[in-house]
Every structure is written in structure tokens, then in C-alpha cells.
């Protein structure tokens, strides 16, 4: 089976990344730090052989024979506080002219022939000042530095000078402590990995098993992170759609029950009407009068059906509406003058420019201003309002009449499927009014007002992108 860090947990997978990370960073400074550590050391050496060099220089001083009379032991301080239990100095011959050793000081004997190739290193280039080189003997590189020095007119050579196995040695120690510091770094490191992990993955965990509890239509347990990043968002999204599954299921349960009585009542009545005309029961007009409701209650059902088939067809298939540039203005002109006729009791105040353009399908947008206008209609008193205005990119349609208020109960649910009034009729009118601007990208809301009930449509005047619209997903509920 092909191996993927991706199938494995996530804290696993953070915990592979670290040591991945903590491996690559440790061979990086395993092989850099001891070679950037030996040259700094070589370097720092040769700066304080110089520095040494300079003191040792004030402190000569021969006797009549010209022997060399003692002087202080060379030993840089900073060496001592750092390797308090480590013996290192540096080494020091004074040679004259002719080679010879006037003095020196080592921890251990000077070969002579290392002594020979100093002296002729000093020499060769005692015209250049003080010089630094490197002098390779048997398998042992001694670090010098070395001038022509004078006191009172007497001429001699000082040479000062370490061994590099000292250096390596020193560097393996403090390399050493190093990967014991590292070593410690890491490990706290892990610790710290492995909590940061589970912190992290805790509450996806917690997301997990509430995925689960909704899949068994379990959604009254909460769900609670108390974080602001990335997870705390997803949490509260999380939480946003389990509440909106739950508001579904109860329309669905709300809606199965509602269709089945809304169906049941003119089947029971087709059917108690049929069964008393094959029967005999009714007679004469009785038989006529069963005969009309029979015809009745089947368009009745008719028309709940037409209307559920409509509604479902516009919430599932978006593809069937046509956008082309449409002038509102003249929709609800035409709607007025056809519902005024109907209900000339009803006062219309038309607030409404010449020009209202959007980009819509205007079969779709009539059946919605239809159904709305219908609602208005059935519970207005006297009067009738339509606002209209664009602003900006929106054009903004209010719908207001003089009725009675909204129950405070049904508001919250007015737009969804057999949500209906006492005297309302089937309860789809408002779902698929709803449906409708959803499609085209705007939206529906109702507010009881002291004057009345007033509906606010908002809808964009132009669609931007026709494939955000074919892939709205309005609410179904």
C-alpha cells in the first residue's frame, strides 16, 4: 500500500514533520558547526597569539649574556574562565640571529627540528612585521606568529605558537556540549510538539463526534470552542450548519405533515362524494351539487400539486430561467392594472420610477410579484403600497398594506413551504416567491410595522456572473 503522510492523524503527522525538521536542522549543524567553530577558533587564535605577543613583547628583557630572564606565562584569560579544567597555554621561544635558543617556555618539549623550521620561518620573513603561519610537523600543525624584535640595539626573533590538536580537542568539547544543550532542546521540544498537537487536534475531534451525532439526527447536543483562530471559525460554521440541519428537519417533518393534509382533505372529500353517487345516495341535484365539489376539490388538488411541482422545479433547476434586461416599472403597472379591477375597494399608492432595469426572467419575477401581491391583497384593509427605488447595483421593492400584523410565531417562518395564516390558502405562495428572487440573487424578508405588514424585496440589477447564479443554492426548507 502506497505510504501517505496524509491518511495518517494529524498529530501523528505533526510529530513526523518535527523530527523531520529537528533532523534535517540537527545533520545541518552536526557538519557546520564543528568546521565554523575550528575556524573561528584558529582565527581567534592567531588574534591572541597577537594580542599575547604584544605583552610578551614589553616583558623581555636578557641578562649580560644575553639568556633570557623569566617572564609571565602566556595564558589568555578568557581561556582560563572557559576551560577552568582544561590545561592550555600558549608556547614561546626567543631565538637570535644565528638560530639560537635564548629561552622558551612549553608545556612540552619543543622538537628540535619543529624549534629549526620555526627559527627559519621567523627569519624569512622578519622584513613583513609580525607574521602568522601555519608549520605542519608529523601529523601535528603548530599555529604561530612571529617578528624581528630589538632591545637596546640587540637583535632577536619571538615566537609564539599553539598546537592545533589542542584547538580540536577544545572544539570537541564544546561540540560535545553543544549536542548535550541540543539534545535537551529537543526533547523539550517533543514534549511541547506532542501537547501543541493534541491542542490542536482536540477540537477537531470534538467536531468529529459531532458529525457523527448529526448523522444520527442528534442535534440538540452543543457544541463549544472556546477559540478565535482558524479552528474556533470552523467550529462556529460547524455549529451555524448543524443548527441550520436542524431547522431543516423540522420543516421537513413540518412540511410532510402539512402535505399530507393538505392532499388528504380533497382526497377524503373526492372520495366521500364518489362512493355516495355510486351508491345512490345522492339524487337529482344533490347528485349535481356532488358532482361540482368532486370537480372542485380535484382542481384543488390540482393546483397544490402544479404548485409543489413548480416550487421544487425552481429550487432544483436553476438552468430554466432566462436573464434578459427587464423594466419593473412596467410589471407592476400591468399588476396593478389587473389586480385594481379585482379589488377596486383597495386604495394603490404607486411610488414607482419610469425606469427600474434588472436583469431577470420575467415570467418568474410575475409569478413571484403575483403571489406576493395576492397575500397583500387577502388581509389589507383599505390600502395598498408599492416602493420602488435602485441604489446602486440593488433595486429595492417595498410591499406594504393596512391589515392586521403577522403572528409573531409564523414570521420567522413565513417563506417556508405550508407556513400559512388562518386564512391563508395552500401556504406556497410566499415559498415560491422566496425560490424565486433566491435564484436571481436577492432576497425577501417581512416586518410588521404600527400601520401594517410590509415585505422587502432586494434584487441586483445586473447578474455579474451568470454561474454564481446558476449555482445559488437557496434554502429549501
Not at 8 to 26: A, D, H, K, V, Y
Not at 89 to 109: C, K, N, W
Not at 159 to 169: A, G, I, M, Y
Request: proline share 5%.
Amino acid at each position: 500500500m502506497k505510504w501517505k503522510l496524509k491518511n495518517w492523524p494529524l498529530s501523528r503527522q505533526i510529530l513526523i514533520l518535527f523530527l523531520l525538521l529537528t533532523t534535517i536542522l540537527g545533520t545541518s549543524v552536526g557538519i557546520t558547526y564543528p568546521l565554523a567553530l575550528q575556524k573561528y577558533l584558529v582565527n581567534n587564535t592567531y588574534s591572541l597569539l597577537e594580542e599575547e605577543f604584544n605583552n610578551l613583547a614589553q616583558n623581555i628583557a636578557f641578562d649580560q649574556e644575553h639568556r633570557l630572564l623569566p617572564v609571565p606565562v602566556p595564558a589568555p584569560y578568557f581561556l582560563q574562565v572557559m576551560l577552568q579544567n582544561y590545561e592550555y597555554s600558549f608556547e614561546m621561544l626567543v631565538f637570535d640571529r644565528q638560530g639560537t635558543i635564548l629561552g622558551y617556555h612549553a608545556i612540552e618539549p619543543i622538537p628540535k627540528q619543529v624549534a629549526a623550521e620555526l627559527f627559519r620561518a621567523a627569519r624569512s620573513e622578519a622584513d613583513e612585521g609580525m607574521h602568522r603561519g601555519t608549520l605542519p610537523h608529523r601529523g601535528e600543525d603548530y599555529l604561530y606568529v612571529s617578528q624581528e624584535m630589538h632591545l637596546r640595539d640587540y637583535p632577536y626573533y619571538l615566537v609564539l605558537f599553539s598546537k592545533e590538536r589542542e584547538l580540536n580537542q577544545i572544539n570537541s568539547l564544546l561540540t560535545r556540549q553543544f549536542f548535550v544543550v541540543f539534545a535537551i532542546i529537543v526533547g523539550v521540544s517533543l514534549l511541547v510538539a506532542a501537547w501543541f498537537s493534541r491542542y490542536l487536534t482536540n477540537p477537531l475531534r470534538r467536531l468529529e463526534e459531532s458529525c457523527q451525532k448529526i448523522a444520527r439526527r442528534q442535534f440538540d447536543i452543543p457544541l463549544r470552542v472556546d477559540r478565535e483562530d482558524e479552528i474556533g471559525q470552523l467550529a462556529r460554521s460547524f455549529d451555524t450548519m448543524k443548527n441550520q440541519l436542524k431547522e431543516y428537519d423540522e420543516s421537513q417533518r413540518y412540511f410532510v405533515q402539512n402535505i399530507s393534509h393538505e392532499l388528504k382533505t380533497p382526497i377524503m372529500a373526492i372520495q366521500g362524494y364518489t362512493q355516495g353517487l355510486l351508491e345512490g345516495v345522492f339524487q337529482g341535484e344533490q347528485a349535481e351539487k356532488g358532482l361540482e365539489i368532486i370537480m372542485q376539490e380535484s382542481k384543488r388538488l390540482e393546483k397544490v400539486v402544479e404548485q409543489l411541482l413548480y416550487l421544487t422545479k425552481i429550487e432544483s433547476v436553476a438552468q430554466m430561467i432566462q436573464f434578459t434586461p427587464l423594466n419593473l416599472s412596467e410589471l407592476f403597472v400591468f399588476l396593478h392594472q389587473r389586480f385594481s379591477m379585482l379589488n377596486p375597494q383597495i386604495e394603490w399608492q404607486m411610488n414607482v420610477p419610469d425606469t427600474l432595469p434588472v436583469e431577470g426572467d420575467g415570467e418568474q419575477l410575475n409569478t413571484a410579484f403575483v403571489n406576493i401581491l395576492e397575500n397583500q391583497l387577502r388581509y389589507a384593509k383599505s390600502k395598498l403600497v408599492i416602493d420602488a427605488r435602485q441604489m446602486g447595483n440593488t433595486v429595492e421593492i417595498h410591499l406594504a398594506n393596512d391589515g392586521p400584523p403577522i403572528e409573531e410565531s409564523l414570521l420567522p417562518n413565513l417563506f417556508q413551504r405550508f407556513r400559512k395564516g388562518k386564512t391563508g390558502k395552500h401556504g406556497l405562495g410566499l415559498a415560491i416567491a422566496r425560490a424565486v428572487f433566491e435564484v436571481h440573487g436577492g432576497t425577501i424578508e417581512a416586518r410588521n410595522e404600527p400601520g401594517g405588514v410590509r415585505f422587502v424585496v432586494r434584487l441586483p440589477v445586473t447578474q455579474q456572473k451568470r454561474e454564481r447564479v446558476l449555482m445559488t443554492n437557496p434554502s429549501s426548507s
